[in-house]
Structures are given as C-alpha cells and as structure tokens.
C-alpha cells in the first residue's frame, strides 16, 4: 500500500516538473510568439499540478461538510490549495488573453510572428 | 479613526469598473472621477497616517477569519507612508494626464483612467496586504494593467515592449507561485505574521530555495538587473506619465515586497549581504549604460534603474540609519525622477524619435519645463541646495557606520558618471543650438501645475529635509521591528 502511494507522489510531482520544464523550453526557445505563449500556458499548468498534489492525501475526500454522511476533517484534501488554484488559473486566463491581443497587434504592425524579425527596440 | 485600510483597495478598484458606466451618461466623468477618488483617498490616508503614528498600527481583518486563517491589511507607519507616497503622485499623473494632449478622445481617456486606476490599487494592495498570496494576486493586477499601459500608443513600436515585458512578468510570477507553493507546503500557512514566527522550523534547503524564487519573482517589478531588461524598452515606449507612474508607484512596491520578504520573513543573515551585491551590480550596469544612450527616455530610465540599484544596496546595509536612507532615496526618487519624465516627455514632445539632442536650445522657447528638468537633473545627481542632496548623505553616513567604506567610494565615483550624463542634457538645453526641424510644445496648464508642485517639493525638502525626516524614521523604525509586527497581527481578535 505505502508503495503505491510513493509511485503515486512521484508521478504527480514528477509530471508537475516536467510540464513546467516544457514550458520553459517552449517559451524561451521557440522563435513563434504563438508558441512562447503557449509555453507560458503550460508552466502554469505545471505550477497548477504541483499545487494541488500539496494538497492531496491518499482516499481523501472532497472538503466539503455535507448533511447525512459527515465525513471526518483529517480525511479531506487541502481545501486551501484548490482556492488558489482556482485563484491562479483566472489569473493565468487574464495574462494569455493579454498576451494574445499583444500577438494581434505585433503582427498587424510587423507582418510576421518570428521573434527574431521583431528587434526595432534594441539595450 | 475615519476610514479602514480597506478602502484604499475598495474604492479604486470599484472605480476602475465605474468609470465606463458613467462614461456612457456623461463623457467627461471619465476624467473627472479618478480624480476626485485620489483625492478622497489621499486625504484619508495622510489622515491615517496620523492616526498611526500616535496610536501604532491599523490591522483590519478581512470577512471576519482572524489571522493567521483570513487575509488581513496591515497599515503601518512603513506602509502608511508607502501608500501616502503612492497616491499622491498618482493624483500628479491624474492632474498631469488629465489632458495630456489636447482634444483626446473619449475611447483612450476612457482606456487610460481604468488601467490606471488598476494600477493603483495593485500596488497599493502589494503595500497593504499581510499575505502572501494575496501580495501574488496584486503583483498580477499591476502586472497586467501595466502590459496594457505600455501598448497603450498604436503607433509607436510599443506592443513589442509590452510583449517583452509580458514574458519577463509571467515566468517571474510563475516563480513566485512556486516559492509560495514552498512555504505552504512546509508551514500550512500563508499569512506573512505566522510564517515569520515560524520560519525557523522550516530547513534551510527549502528556506533558501523559497527565498531564491521570491526575489526572481518580485526583483522583476524592483528593475532588479538581471530582471530589468523591460524598463528601457517599457519607459521609452509608454506614455510619458505612465513612465512617471512606473518609476513612482509600481517600483516602490517592487521594492516593498523584497524588503518585507527579507527583513520580516525570512531570517536568513546573507539576504543582506546578497542585496548590497546584487544592488551594486544594478546600479553599476544601469550607469555606465546610461551615459552612451542617445535617447531621452532611455538614458532616464537607466537612471531609475541605478537609483534603485542604490536604494537596494541600503537596504541591504541592514542597520535602522540604512532603512531611514532607502526611505529617504524612494521619497526622492519617487518624487524627482517623476518630475524629470513629466518634464523631459514635453522637451522631445514632438520629436519623433525622441533623441537627447532635440533639446538643444529648448531653453530659450520652453524656459518653465527646462528650467525644471534642470532642477531635477541637479537633485537627482545630489547637489547641496536640493532634495537628492540629504538622502545621499543620509545614505554615506549609514554606509559609514556599518565600515562600508569601500560601497562609499564605488558609489561616489558612480554618481560623477551620473554628473556626466544629466550635466550633458543640461549643457545642451541651454548652450546648444536649436535644431531646426525640433517644434517646441507648450506643456498644458495641468501639466505645469504638476510640474511645479514637484519642482516646489524638491526646493523645499532641499532647505527643510526636517519636514520628512520624522515620518521616515518611524517608518524604518516600524520596519526593523519584526517581533512587533508578529504580536500585531497575531494577538488582533475582531
């Protein structure tokens, strides 16, 4: 039992870090603004996972106190950390719609999406 | 008491999202009401400030869950002052912008003051708030608000600035979310009180990792160098009180959130160390940089980059006399270099690709606004008669108490360089001679007005630093006292 729980630790924490690691990867290696977008997207994914995986205790429950079948407090997950997710993934929402309109508005101004035609403002 | 602390983030926020209401009933109250809302706001927070200073801090609970479980505001003398700073020089960019060209249209006025009016509440909120998630939401608030400011121009190539500061502003709040999610999972609490008491049972491994993603993630919004790639490009492509806006409001709450993570936070001993260092190399870097730009914006944007390099480095000074300084150099950067965008934006006005040597001769045509650049340009350097002057030498003589000796010479010699870049536009304003294409243009009456009340600031605190020396040292006094701050917030009951 206590094996399948630590297997279960691993893949979630360890798929969490390699969603953040592809994340970067995309967003500061791709050349497309699309893609560096997208990349950003998915770090935040990753942060999402790692979040919750925090939170989670093995057969817990949802944390919710419901009428008939009362279940016990120590059997529930982290309420906390799902707020902030929630939390997070609005603000997450907010920044690409951000970063999307700035997309628009690059290529209507340069005719292109690769990153190393965009360098009129230079250190 | 008159108000809570609460408004200060309530009632701009609310504002923000009025603003287009109203707009649709009567157009020009999309100008008027961000005004009269800092108005009301300023006067209730020197009013609290007041209060605070007699009477110890303000702690306001939050929908009723005590610390460390809810979310509570914390408005103390360091805050109080901060959130004081803040709005008053957002009501100078309402006064300034307020027709920042003559016959704006309804849309981008509209645009302007909802943006603006988020960007204060973000950073007020990041001053005013004891948790650190909390802190993370309103670092995304001015983070957003502030992409949108600086594409604010079509025109000019200001979407790429904005997208560039976009990518930096994202992965660094993704690293903040990480050392967040750090300390919750070793402590199981958010609220900056508790983990302060407790983080000495927390490992250093897991401390010091936390540490490293906290001041990744907020040196950003701090122009902290290697984060500070987006303030050339961002100054030099927003409008220009936007500019004064960033420099003024949004940078000091950058910096705010490092200090409160340092000093109150975490207790480890080298963060002190690493941010003399890291505040050198900024203000080394943005210097030398500085003096080869040809660009007026630019060159004053690696000038707010550097002087924020110094304040860090008194910060990182750690005694009370080396908090009074870095309070004392925010108050002044805050207040000149703000003076030095609202006046250097009307000299390259209508020069299109905003060189320093458009200015040329401008001194005979513009004498009010050059003569106030130069009255900022000689503060900023620290020459005797003004404000710049009192916190450099407040700064030199902390460095010297702590056998500093070393970080003195190094910053004496930076600031000759800075002498040499400000004395440069200086000479060129009033003994050059005119470019021919250069159209001179007049400033608005607003704009002048602000102008002047900031240039009367820097003359005044120049002759009486007295006036600001006593709220600074029970800010940096409240600052230093981090068991104080704990018992506060924790022992607060309804």
């Known amino acids: 039992m206590d094996n399948s729980l630590q297997y279960l630790e691993i893949g979630f924490y360890g798929s969490a870090i390699i969603l953040i690691l592809v994340g970067l990867y995309g967003a500061l290696m791709k050349k497309s603004l699309i893609k560096i977008v997208i990349g950003l997207s998915i770090i935040d994914a990753g942060l999402h996972l790692l979040m919750i995986s925090i939170g989670y205790i093995k057969n817990g429950t949802a944390p919710i106190f419901s009428g008939e079948d009362f279940v016990v407090a120590g059997n529930m997950v982290d309420p906390v950390v799902q707020a902030l997710v929630l939390t997070a993934i609005v603000i997450g929402f907010g920044v690409t719609a951000v970063a999307l309109s700035l997309v628009i508005r690059l290529y209507r101004h340069h005719g292109t999406l690769k990153i190393d035609e965009i360098k009129n403002l230079k250190w | ?494």
């Open chain 2, 1 to 494: 008491m008159v108000g809570s602390p609460v408004l200060f983030i309530a009632i701009p926020l609310l504002a923000a999202f009025i603003i287009p209401l109203l707009g649709m009933i009567w157009k020009e109250s999309v100008r008027i009401l961000p005004g009269l809302v800092l108005v009301y706001l300023l006067t209730l927070s020197i009013n609290l400030l007041g209060y605070v200073l007699d009477n110890g801090p303000i702690i306001e609970i939050i929908a009723g869950w005590t610390p460390p479980w809810g979310i509570n505001l914390v408005f103390s003398a360091f805050s109080g002052f901060l959130v004081t700073l803040m709005l008053f020089l957002g009501l100078l960019v309402w006064i300034y912008s307020y027709r920042f060209k003559r016959n704006v249209d309804f849309e981008p006025a509209k645009k302007y003051f909802i943006l603006l009016m988020m960007l204060i509440t973000g950073s007020v909120g990041i001053v005013l708030t004891g948790d650190i998630f909390n802190q993370f939401v309103f670092i995304e608030i001015v983070g957003i608000s502030a992409y949108a400011l600086t594409a604010f121009y079509t025109g000019r190539d200001s979407a790429e600035a904005s997208f560039k500061y976009l990518i930096m502003g994202s992965l660094s709040a993704g690293f903040l979310l990480l050392a967040i999610v750090i300390l919750y999972s070793q402590l199981g609490t958010l609220n900056m009180a508790d983990i302060a008491r407790n983080i000495h049972t927390v490992k250093p491994v897991y401390k010091i990792t936390a540490l490293i993603f906290f001041i990744v993630g907020l040196g950003i919004e701090a122009e902290m160098f290697p984060l500070n790639g987006w303030a050339p490009d961002v100054y030099s492509q927003a409008p220009g009180p936007v500019g004064a806006a960033f420099a003024g409001i949004v940078v000091k709450s950058g910096v705010y959130a490092i200090i409160r993570i340092v000093y109150t936070i975490f207790d480890i001993e080298g963060a002190f160390d690493f941010l003399v260092i890291i505040g050198l190399i900024t203000l080394l870097f943005a210097e030398t940089a500085a003096i080869k730009q040809i660009r007026m914006k630019r060159m004053l944007a690696y000038s707010s980059i550097g002087q924020m390099g110094l304040v860090l480095v008194a910060f990182g000074i750690g005694t009370e006399a080396g908090v009074f300084a870095a309070l004392f150099l925010m108050f002044n950067h805050a207040i000149i270099k703000s003076l030095l965008f609202y006046a250097g934006s009307y000299l390259v006005f209508n020069s299109k690709e905003k060189y320093i040597n458009d200015v040329s001769g401008l001194g005979k045509s513009m004498p009010i606004t050059s003569f106030l650049f130069a009255l900022g340009a000689f503060a900023i350097v620290g020459l005797p008669p003004f404000a710049g002057f009192w916190s450099k030498l407040y700064f030199l003589i902390a460095a010297a108490d702590s056998g500093m000796i070393m970080i003195i010479a190094l910053i004496l010699i930076v600031s000759i360089v800075e002498i040499v870049y400000y004395f440069r536009v200086v000479n060129k304003i009033y003994f050059s001679k005119k470019e021919a294409h250069v159209v001179p243009q007049r400033p608005t009456f607003n704009a002048l007005f602000s102008m002047i009340v900031l240039g009367l600031i820097v003359i005044i605190i120049g002759f009486f630093p007295d006036l600001i020396t006593g709220i600074l040292h029970d800010a940096s006094r409240d600052l230093m006292d981090k068991t104080d701050y704990i018992n506060n917030v924790l022992s607060i009951t309804h």
